[in-house]
């Protein structure tokens, strides 16, 4: 038997900006901080952090920063109001500037209609509570839903993701499919 010889040559690229579901799912799912934040708002709650020396790890605490802006049923409609704005679906889309202007001013009149509408059976604390809630609620959706101007975040996706491999054997003598080199 002639002595086989053989060469093995493996070669992968992946982006550096993609390294691993982690990365992507926070590009894709900001709704979650953002949610949490518009919620704390509402309550009239803050996080805090501080160090707890007995597990030597930081920790998470929620204290109150003022009155709750609603009841409850008032927090939740403003919370879903917001969740079925953004998701992951919504920030993919390709608006262009005109377009995102006219639908983030859309989104202003509905929420604030939502809350006018609603206003009695929320508990609003005060008449001017609903542009200050309208104004902080989409001062916090807007730069998320910019996304979706020109594409820009479905672009940024063939970067995130790309990944190239080839791979090339040779061997001399005989290889699998028979014959020599």
Same mark, same amino acid.
């Given at each position: 038997?002639?002595?086989?010889? /053989?060469?093995? #040559? ?12 982690? $990365? ?21 709650? @803050? ?8 597990? $030597?790890?930081? /920790? ?9 802006? &609603?009841?409850? !049923?008032?927090? /939740? ?11 992951? $679906?919504?920030? $993919? ?6 377009r995102?202007?006219?639908? &983030? ?6 929420? =604030? ?16 509570s609903?542009? @200050? ?8 959706? #807007?730069?998320? =839903? ?5 594409n820009?975040?479905? #672009? ?8 190239? #491999?080839?791979?090339? !054997? ?10 020599? /080199?």
């Amino acid at each position: 038997m002639a002595d086989a010889k /053989q060469n093995i #040559e493996v070669a992968g690229t992946s982006n550096s900006e993609f390294i691993g579901a982690s $990365q992507l799912e926070i590009r894709l799912d900001t709704r979650k901080l953002l949610l949490r934040d518009v919620e704390f708002y509402l309550r009239g709650l @803050e996080e805090n952090f501080y160090f707890d020396s007995r597990s $030597q790890t930081v /920790q998470s605490q929620l204290r109150k920063n003022g009155i709750p802006m &609603m009841n409850k !049923i008032g927090i /939740q409609a403003v919370l879903n109001f917001c969740r079925f704005l953004l998701n992951t $679906q919504t920030v $993919q889309g390709n608006f262009d500037e005109k377009r995102y202007l006219y639908f &983030m001013a859309e989104k202003r009149i509905e929420l =604030m209609k939502l809350l006018a509408f609603n206003s009695e059976n929320w508990e609003l604390p005060y008449d001017s509570s609903i542009s @200050e809630i309208t104004d902080n609620v989409m001062n916090a959706v #807007e730069p998320v =839903m910019s996304r979706t101007i020109g594409n820009k975040e479905r #672009e940024g996706f063939n970067t995130a993701v790309k990944s190239v #491999e080839s791979n090339k !054997i040779s061997s001399g003598g005989f290889n699998l499919f028979g014959g020599g /080199q």
